[in-house]
């Protein structure tokens, strides 16, 4: 025999509220930690390799285009078929003041078929007409992937750029702060001026606009990047510059411009200009048609005998007579056509030649200024730097020594890091104009 002591349904009401602030502990705690892991994968370094392969992953201009060289390769297999046959269907010969279907002899219901078929090699051509544009089209994919992939090195490393700028000039700011609180010692032991209190005030300021100045330039920059990456540009960029030390010789470059999925465009239009030019000459040759009828008739002779059906076979040619306004313009406006898409791709090939030649100066120039900074101009600055300071403690120099030395250094390796930057940027050109593997 069970005993209720009345303490079972206590029991019960702790068993669910203990339940229940245990889901809801194990929620709270799994909300802390997936906030954390999601903290921590937003504030990972965003990579140059990895922003590449953000802004080639899916990216909406290269589809546009393999989905038009899609189209267009549709289109080619379409412009190769016979056009669709045409049937007839019609009533001839019925008697309209009276009398029916049966009352007069030719009186028939007819049937016909008609099957065009386009003069000479105009399907054939079409067809290579299409295929030729859709190679261009693909062409033009291949090209948008390279100036993705070059815009998008070019806004991670300006962003790179500013972030390296804002930082140092955020770590110079205390030897500016220093300096500021230098000169307040010594002038208020008499040696010297109020001048140079407020001088040193005043740049002290200024630097603080270039920090102000230098994160709206950061912002853009990532806003830039956002572009080909878009939410991954809120995560810090990486500190790592790309190594990108050599470039092939020029003419090496310039023999793999013809290359160049630009140019490769522009020689499948020039393809597609000179079918289009024999395309145009067909219609020189007569499109024909063949028909083919059934009539069908009721009643009979006079003999008795049942009225017999039609059966009938035409061919219909056209006759290319008044050529000069028609043919002849239409291989004209093709010979035309086809002249002009040379000429394109002559311009194009004069101006990427001397893209590469301009980009080619400007990286062994940035390499000859790198080399030199490297080898002395950064030393020298902060030495220069330390000994205006120096002399400024001494009594031996002046504030605006002091304060020259400490600007001119920090712009010194600002101009070093700009260096760095626009070198990189244009390996990026010449990757692009040359074909260089990532």
Not at 331 to 351: F, H, K, M, T
């Amino acid at each position: 025999m069970l005993i209720n002591f009345g303490r079972t349904p206590q029991l019960k009401n702790i068993t669910r509220y203990d339940a229940g602030f245990l889901l809801r502990t194990i929620g709270l705690v799994a909300g802390l930690f997936f906030a954390q892991v999601a903290a921590a994968q937003q504030a990972l370094p965003l990579t140059l390799q990895e922003a590449e392969e953000l802004a080639l992953y899916d990216e909406p201009g290269q589809n546009s285009l393999r989905l038009r060289a899609g189209a267009l390769r549709d289109e080619s297999v379409a412009g190769g078929q016979l056009p669709d046959p045409t049937m007839r269907v019609g009533l001839a010969n019925f008697p309209i003041q009276s009398g029916g279907f049966t009352t007069e002899g030719m009186t028939q219901a007819q049937l016909g078929i008609r099957q065009v078929f386009p003069g000479g090699d105009t399907r054939e051509l079409t067809t290579r007409k299409f295929r030729t544009l859709a190679d261009e089209m693909s062409h033009k994919a291949d090209g948008r992937g390279r100036d993705v992939l070059t815009a998008v090195r070019m806004a991670w490393l300006e962003t790179h750029y500013w972030r390296e700028a804002h930082q140092m000039a955020i770590e110079s700011r205390p030897f500016f702060a220093d300096l500021a609180t230098i000169t307040t010692s010594l002038y208020s032991v008499g040696r010297k001026s109020q001048q140079d209190v407020l001088r040193a005030d005043l740049e002290l300021r200024r630097l603080d606009d270039r920090i102000i100045n230098m994160s709206n330039q950061h912002g853009r920059s990532r806003a830039a990047l956002s572009e080909w990456v878009g939410t991954e540009s809120e995560r810090p960029v990486a500190t790592m510059m790309p190594e990108w030390k050599a470039v092939p010789p020029l003419g090496v470059l310039k023999k793999d411009l013809r290359a160049h999925p630009a140019m490769l465009a522009a020689d499948a239009s020039v393809g597609a200009s000179f079918v289009s030019v024999d395309l145009a000459e067909q219609k020189y040759k007569p499109d024909w048609a063949v028909d083919v009828g059934y009539g069908y008739r009721d009643g009979y002779l006079s003999n008795g005998d049942p009225r017999s059906d039609f059966v009938s076979v035409s061919v219909t040619v056209d006759l290319p007579f008044f050529r000069s306004n028609r043919q002849d313009k239409s291989v004209g406006a093709a010979l035309s056509q086809r002249r002009a898409a040379d000429q394109s791709r002559e311009e194009l090939l004069r101006r990427l030649n001397s893209q590469l030649d301009a980009e080619y100066v400007r990286w062994e120039e940035l390499g000859s200024r790198l080399a030199l900074y490297e080898e002395s101009i950064l030393g020298v600055s902060a030495d220069n730097a330390s000994a205006a300071l120096a002399a400024y403690q001494s009594d031996t120099g002046d504030f605006a020594d002091a304060m020259r030395g400490y600007t001119d250094d920090l712009n010194t390796r600002l101009e070093y890091i700009r260096l760095q930057v626009e070198r990189a940027q244009s390996y990026a050109m010449l990757a692009n104009l040359g074909g260089l593997p990532r």
